[in-house]
């Protein structure tokens, strides 16, 4: 990265206590620490390159795992015809209200005009209508990296954009079984990713029949609590049924001979993992990055003394290059411009998770100082065997980071058996509250009207038989939800 | 990827021979292949996932190299304000013919339009205007993976599509000198990495006037002969001068307090790479794909005798797992419902580089026999010891490739010092041809008229002095400019 003028950006003070108004320190912090900026396009963010970083450690290892499960990536068109879309009755009812249209192609009108995608279903399954014709053809498992577009009217950084980045995996299957086995192989893939790369703790559940995907015929979730105490969806996978086979004719010769539908899912992640990050480890003074999707995994800050360039410079190389050679990634701050305090708050801010000192007097001791972002716990530590120490200090931040996540989450998850406590527990403390509930999507309704709060998830598994009474209307529940307040 | 019925495709003779027709050759192939496919909208392809691993090649060794060089990658809004395209008067007259326009959004109509990026100057530059204020914010080394939307009239898969993918690099310096060193850096970049990555030599080179990108100062280029005599432009490099710091405002406090604007580059490679990979070396049995982006490297076919589940297969699996665990890409093909001679063919159309073949015979005798694609040499070849002999084979087909591309190149290129041969050795052999150029516009358009051929590239230093007189208005060259018939 470029370097900045401290002048020109405000000081790390001027963000918003996260302690005071939880939502403007998301915000400052994400503009201060450069992970992302407003663009000249209403609801369009432009993602910079510390934030951009993350994402490609996101990128990585989720499309690894992606295809160590035997999907291949592909591409489809940004584009889709505005009759394809509309294939889907529940799909384009969901959809259409939240596209940009593209009505004018160089000089001339168009005769139908084009969505730009908002998820690719209609599109993918058309193609898959072409090239699917045998059982020998089946499964077809492809995801696709992509740029979306959903027509916003609030938006926020990262959380909820007019574009955002994602992947989108499309399969096709012989049987429902089949199409019901993938759908919960892509959701545990989704949570065993969340937990270990991103430290974030999640509920895996299945969404109510009105929180469900456009068009699908089940969707499953995980959720994350967020720093406030709401819920954050951080990744679905739908079992489609064969409601997108039937709209775009996707039938193949099955093995008796008679034509079958495909069975389908989707499944997809997104750019607003970055904000979850950030909500759920950040911390009064900035940014806390949990070591495997950081950019810089250790910041090296030299103590300027006397002629620091030549006596402690060269001792603070050697210490970089014998990381990187480790394979951790290292920033070594040389700048001349900037006093080690000044970088000292500048690289917490930016949530790197351990800093590096080093002095004439470290030198003489031939050890450095290892700061914790996470505990800030200050470790003397020997030179001798230091990537290694590095090394284990980064897993154990890893750990310590999803630990404390998790504990957060289980300290904001309570019961509720009656309405009284129910609402009582939702003004006075956010989080999950799980309580008993009917199924009836009018109960649901006015829970949300009431409290704000929606079903999150229910368990992946039905009750076995009619249990204690709904919360709000006390008829037999069918299944306890996970409720909150949501982003 | 999944498994075809046999008589669902056209057959393999189905292909236009490429003797016949390359440009029915081509396309029969791509799609053939299954590299790629046409869609739905107009002008926009389906990249395949055979396709699409091949381009997951190029970008991963692009982003290495572009990374080594010290540039990181961001990510910018897809649509641009119509205010701000029309900034730059040379960039806004270039692209506005053929963008796709976004008039509505959910319900609304918009009260400014909006385009799909043709490109990203415009709209980077606004952000840099916003970022960049002192000399110690410079320089400023981005690049973006994205996708691109112009409205092309006559499209072609992979070649000429309305939507493509590339790479754009967009960069700001300090001074002139660090703009065109960054120009000429990438340039060398990107013919490196075409020629070592694709084994596709290319001349690199400087765009004449009227062939330089919509507003740059000085346009770079690396253009590459296709196996029928025509060049294909594979990467662009430009210098903008202050063309884009003018038109967006780019400005800096530099070292002596005063305001500067901003010097800057931009220069991208896309898709269409993956055209030129099948044009320079397919021949009439399909692709042949350099090791190096060949999704599978090794294909392993089994001589199916007797009960060969049993006796050969195991064989077989036992050889691929040594083979990946030396970091080879294998496809093993057991199906049953398709014979050896089959698989050899489909395996030769889809360009696999080494084909290994392996029967009872061969296991009696510790052997497997190898088959090249480029050459299509038979060799029998120990199982000891057979990682490392394949991964010789691997880099000696991809050296061979890049030197029967070149020879071809060389083949194809001639001098000219008069119209009469000019036009033709234009008409008779097509390559390139090298003839001294007066530097005027209306000549060059003159040429092409006459010819179809266009100047592709100029050398990089200017002539010393007065040249020979101009291939076709006699009047003192200022330069050789390299000539060809182009896609």
Request: net charge negative; hydrophobic share 40%.
């Amino acid at each position: 990265m470029a370097e900045k003028d401290e002048n020109k950006e405000p000081a790390i003070t001027e963000i918003t206590p996260k302690s005071e108004d939880f939502s403007r320190w998301y915000t400052d912090l994400v503009r201060r620490a450069e992970l992302a900026d407003y663009s000249p396009v209403k609801g369009c963010m432009v993602i910079r390159p510390y934030g951009y970083a993350i994402w490609e450690f996101i990128q990585r290892g989720l499309d690894d795992r992606i295809k160590a499960t035997g999907h291949v990536n592909a591409y489809f068109p940004l584009f889709i015809p505005k009759s394809l879309l509309t294939k889907e009755a529940e799909h384009v009812e969901g959809f259409a209200p939240q596209v940009a249209w593209v009505t004018r192609g160089g000089t001339e009108e168009l005769e139908e005009p084009l969505v730009v995608r908002p998820t690719s279903e209609a599109i993918i399954g058309t193609m898959y209508a072409k090239w699917i014709q045998s059982w020998r053809d089946l499964p077809v498992l492809i995801n696709q990296w992509a740029n979306i577009v959903r027509w916003e009217k609030v938006t926020r950084l990262f959380l909820r954009t007019t574009e955002f980045l994602w992947q989108e995996g499309h399969t096709a299957h012989e049987t429902a079984e089949e199409a019901e086995e993938e759908t919960l192989k892509i959701l545990a893939l989704y949570k065993e990713f969340v937990e270990t790369e991103l430290a974030i703790p999640v509920i895996a559940g299945r969404k109510s029949e009105s929180e469900k995907f456009a068009g699908a015929g089940r969707t499953y979730s995980i959720e994350a609590l967020m720093g406030d105490g709401r819920a954050l969806q951080a990744g679905t996978s739908h079992n489609l049924g064969q409601n997108f086979a039937k709209a775009f004719d996707i039938k193949f010769q099955a093995r008796d001979k008679s034509l079958q539908y495909i069975w389908g899912t989707s499944w997809g992640m997104t750019t607003r993992l970055i904000g979850a990050v950030i909500m759920v480890h950040g911390d009064e003074s900035g940014l806390v990055l949990p070591p495997r999707v950081a950019p810089y995994q250790v910041v090296i800050v030299p103590i300027p003394r006397g002629n620091w360039r030549e006596t402690v410079l060269p001792h603070a190389r050697q210490i970089r290059d014998s990381l990187v050679a480790a394979g951790v990634r290292v920033m070594l701050d040389d700048r001349d411009a900037y006093t080690p305090g000044w970088k000292f708050s500048e690289w917490e801010l930016r949530g790197v998770p351990l800093r590096l000192e080093i002095g004439p007097k470290d030198i003489e001791k031939q050890q450095v100082m290892l700061a914790r972002r996470d505990t800030r716990e200050k470790l003397p530590t020997p030179v001798a065997g230091l990537p290694g120490r590095v090394q284990e200090l980064l897993a154990a931040i890893q750990q310590s980071l999803f630990d404390r996540a998790l504990a957060f989450q289980l300290d904001h998850t309570s019961r509720a058996a009656t309405w009284d406590e129910f609402t009582k527990t939702m003004e006075g403390r956010p989080g999950f509250v799980v309580a008993p509930w009917c199924g009836d999507a009018v109960c649901e309704a006015d829970i949300k009207a009431a409290t704000q709060a929606t079903i999150r998830n229910l368990p992946m598994e039905a009750a076995a038989g009619p249990g204690a009474p709904c919360v709000k209307c006390s008829r037999p529940s069918v299944s306890d939800a996970w409720f909150a307040k949501a982003y």
